[in-house]
């Protein structure tokens, strides 16, 4: 079954606003992983944070991680046009696998 | 330099018919995995290897199976394809507990 759950299923903005999505999950995790795919396209690794870190950054990306919430969440600042896209969370869970959530899927309207 | 690469990409068939797909990396990675990803975008793992040996065997047919001859390469062979098999495959790699890195995906059509 699924492990993460993404929230919201869709986000639309304009060029230039932040772009906010949650993730929760169910189970204890060893780290927590954010993807993005492009339409018709493989998944490229975002951010790893690790269940003792709470917040981490990589250029316009913030991810948060509350593991008593047992919720993250992916900040995206000022958006661009190739920010559109689908972003999933995905949760190691100790079992030498990731489960993935359904995936935001995000547009950024120019 | 292709990390993780997949073939082919796009694949038709009929029902019944066997087909196979192939993954390779070049990274690296002592572990490779096959996911689905289903019309609604859903990501599953089918089935994982570290070093050649199976590690994960999720609930999947046994029509699927795959096939690792060296660290490199995860091949994937489906018998007796049926229409809800459509789907996008995906191969990845990664070291244990790390990042995964994902080839383009095979979208197979079962007709």
């Known amino acids: 079954s699924q492990q993460g759950e993404e929230d919201p299923q869709a986000l639309s903005i304009q060029e230039g606003e932040n772009a906010t999505m949650n993730c929760s999950y169910k189970?204890?995790?060893?780290?927590l992983q954010w993807y993005r795919q492009n339409s018709g396209r493989g998944l490229v690794h975002l951010i790893l944070i690790r269940s003792n870190e709470r917040e981490k950054h990589s250029g316009r990306l913030r991810v948060t991680l509350d593991t008593s919430k047992k919720s993250s969440s992916l900040l995206i600042t000022a958006s661009r046009a190739a920010d559109t896209a689908s972003y999933f969370c995905?949760?190691?869970?100790?079992?030498?696998?990731?489960?993935f959530g359904a995936g935001t899927t995000v547009t950024v309207r120019a | 330099d292709t990390a993780v690469s997949q073939t082919p990409k796009y694949l038709v068939t009929q029902m019944g018919n066997d087909k196979s797909i192939k993954c390779e990396q070049n990274?690296?990675?002592?572990?490779m995995y096959w996911y689905k990803q289903d019309s609604k975008k859903f990501l599953k793992i089918m089935f994982s290897?570290?070093?050649?040996?199976?590690?994960i065997n999720e609930t999947v047919p046994n029509r699927f199976s795959p096939k690792s001859p060296d660290k490199a390469h995860l091949n994937l062979h489906i018998n007796s394809l049926e229409l809800g098999d459509s789907a996008v495959y995906f191969c990845?790699?990664?070291?244990?507990?790390?990042?995964?890195?994902f080839g383009p995906g095979t979208r197979l059509t079962v007709t």
């Open positions: 990845a790699s990664s070291d244990l507990e790390s990042q995964q890195y």
């Open positions: 995905a949760t190691d869970s100790f079992d030498y696998k990731l489960s």
């Open positions: 189970t204890s995790i060893n780290n």
């Open positions: 290897y570290n070093n050649k040996e199976l590690i």
């Open positions: 990274l690296g990675h002592d572990t």
